[in-house]
């Protein structure tokens, strides 16, 4: 049985309509709506903000929706750690030393330009580092004490770890500014712009990620 989010429900937050339909996310990362941090907002005020029109976005989420039968706040919990796990950490760790290397390459040689994403590089290797230091305290620390069943045990760190994930988000959030959000200019050579499209895919795989702990996980771990 789904969740309680109706798509007619403009009044739902941004959090429980990711959770309960899989086309919402793609939906809201297209329209730059922010629904893991700020998951908790509601739908229709968020929608406001960025100039959209609420209903005419549910409809499109409702006939893109696939209807999963069973979504992931219905796996067991171990199959949903088992799949952030092997899913997101993996692809975090083999990205994002690819993703410095390819900023640095980009910022020599085209340091000479205006358009050149200065201080990129230096940001990203912030980034790396903060992430590596993340998850090992969730594979360490948090996920063993949810698949130990003492779940509701993990308040402390699941609030650490949710105040991390905002940082993440702010991260993000300075990527975009420092590479002119993610648009290449004119003159960008094929390396440049598969790092824009390549740091686009990491912030949209980083917020589902997010979104799948703090939304899903960390509530259900918590009341267990």
């Not at 760790?93 to 993703?99: A, H």
């Not at 640095?104 to 050149?116: G, N, Q, S, W, Y």
């Not at 779940?151 to 959030?173: I, Q, S, Y």
Request: negative net charge; charged residues 25%.
């Amino acid at each position: 049985m789904r969740p309680s989010a109706s798509p007619s429900d403009t009044h739902a937050s941004l959090a429980e309509l990711a959770t309960t339909y899989p086309a919402a996310s793609r939906v809201f990362q297209r329209e730059r709506l922010d629904y893991c941090c700020g998951g908790g907002r509601a739908f229709d005020e968020a929608c406001v903000e960025r100039g959209l029109d609420p209903a005419t976005l549910l409809d499109e989420i409702r006939e893109s929706d696939t209807g999963f039968d069973r979504p992931w706040t219905e796996q067991p919990l171990p199959e949903l750690i088992e799949y952030i796990v092997e899913h997101y950490h993996a692809d975090l760790r083999e990205e994002l030393p690819l993703l410095v290397e390819l900023a640095e390459k980009v910022e020599l040689r085209h340091a000479d330009k205006d358009t050149c994403p200065r201080g990129l590089t230096a940001h990203l290797r912030h980034v790396h580092a903060a992430v590596l230091d993340h998850l090992a305290k969730e594979e360490q620390v948090l996920f063993p004490l949810i698949l130990a069943g003492m779940g509701t045990r993990a308040a402390a760190p699941v609030h650490a770890m949710e105040h991390e994930h905002h940082d993440h988000g702010a991260n993000l959030a300075h990527i975009r500014e420092l590479a002119h959000d993610l648009v290449p200019p004119a003159e960008a050579c094929p390396s440049w712009q598969a790092l824009y499209l390549r740091l686009a895919r990491l912030e949209s795989e980083l917020m589902e990620h997010i979104h799948l702990e703090n939304n899903v996980l960390f509530p259900r771990a918590l009341c267990d």
